[in-house]
């Protein structure tokens, strides 16, 4: 039997920016999924038969990556689902990674190559930076451009994303989940909308990328005071943009006398916000006093990890 385990992520800096060529930087955080496999005389996942919509990643990456026999998975999940945290990223590395450790094949770049296809297919678009970061686990910088401790490039149409590793010093946070689902293509389709017909929001995206650099600088300088004012920031930028929502600001709001800074993490519209701080006890009270659900993390170095165990 095979076991892979995969983290969430949180987008730091540069959501949406990155749609338009500017760079973004994601973390791993010590939030897990796992699934484990062994052969069955029937694909099955949780025992069920794969049906479309529930096991849409693990369908997808069955019928094109593997021509084998059967295999029954059982998943296991920390990461709640449609939070803005990558669940479906943390899903779609580990599947892969297990059907290439069953070829003998399994290495770091190809996982994350391969989980990309997975979600860049079942979601019909998607960027590199969720599946990259939750295959390498530490940190992602994600960019146009080809850049220092750079780890892979991804190709698709006529996008060319270079993934690089940042090695972030150990933060703790604080994740408030709105209880509203992010739905990722909707709140790209509003920004795409706004692009087009106002040089303003082309302004505010050029901003964000300043903001990314900006970051990267303050992540290798350890500076969380800075850190944390630059989330304020892009959290600023993305509410002109359009997607913060009532929710998102409110449990921003709620955060401000306890963390260094605090933002909408991922597509925003619903999903979640993360705050920086070294009190996270205080940061969940407040979080739950306004209706969230919080989650206190840290991030990890860990990305995707496959292994035998026993069955
Ligand atoms: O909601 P998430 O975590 O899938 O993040 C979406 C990030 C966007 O920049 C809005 C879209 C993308 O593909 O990069």
């Not at 998102?248 to 916000?273: P, W």
């Not at 920086?276 to 919080?294: F, K, M, Q």
């Amino acid at each position: 039997m095979l076991e892979a385990s995969s983290p969430a992520k949180a987008i730091l800096f540069g959501e949406h920016a990155v749609v338009y060529g500017k760079p973004a930087i994601a973390l791993a955080l010590d939030l897990r999924m796992s699934i484990t496999a062994k052969e069955g005389l029937k694909t099955r996942v949780d025992g069920g038969n794969l049906r479309m919509r529930r096991h849409r990643y693990v369908k997808w990456a069955v019928e094109n990556l593997w021509s084998g026999g059967p295999i029954s998975f059982r998943t296991n999940s920390k990461i709640p689902r449609a939070s803005g945290l990558g669940s479906s990223s943390a899903l779609s590395s580990s599947v892969v990674a297990i059907l290439q450790k069953m070829k003998g094949s399994w290495n770091e770049k190809a996982n994350a190559l391969e989980s990309f296809e997975v979600e860049y297919n079942v979601q019909g678009g998607a960027s590199p930076t969720d599946t990259s970061c939750s295959t390498h686990g530490s940190g992602i910088l994600v960019s146009f451009e080809e850049m220092d401790h750079h780890l892979w490039t991804i190709s698709k149409g006529d996008r060319t994303w270079y993934v690089h590793h940042i090695e972030p010093p150990e933060m703790r946070m604080v994740v408030g989940f709105t209880k509203r689902p992010s739905i990722t293509h909707i709140q790209v389709n509003k920004v795409r909308d706004f692009y087009q017909r106002s040089g303003f929001a082309r302004e505010t995206i050029d901003e964000i990328g300043d903001l990314v650099r900006e970051g990267l600088k303050a992540i290798r300088s350890k500076d969380m005071v800075k850190l944390g004012s630059l989330m304020d920031q892009n959290h600023s930028l993305l509410s002109i943009l359009g997607v913060s929502s009532k929710e998102l600001d409110k449990l921003r709001d709620s955060v401000e006398a306890c963390s260094y800074g605090a933002k909408l993490t991922g597509a925003g519209g619903g999903g979640s916000i993360i705050a920086l701080t070294d009190e996270p006890e205080r940061c969940a009270r407040c979080i739950e006093r306004r209706g969230g659900v919080p989650y206190i993390v840290k991030n990890t170095r860990v990305g995707t990890q496959v292994k035998v165990i026993d069955g």
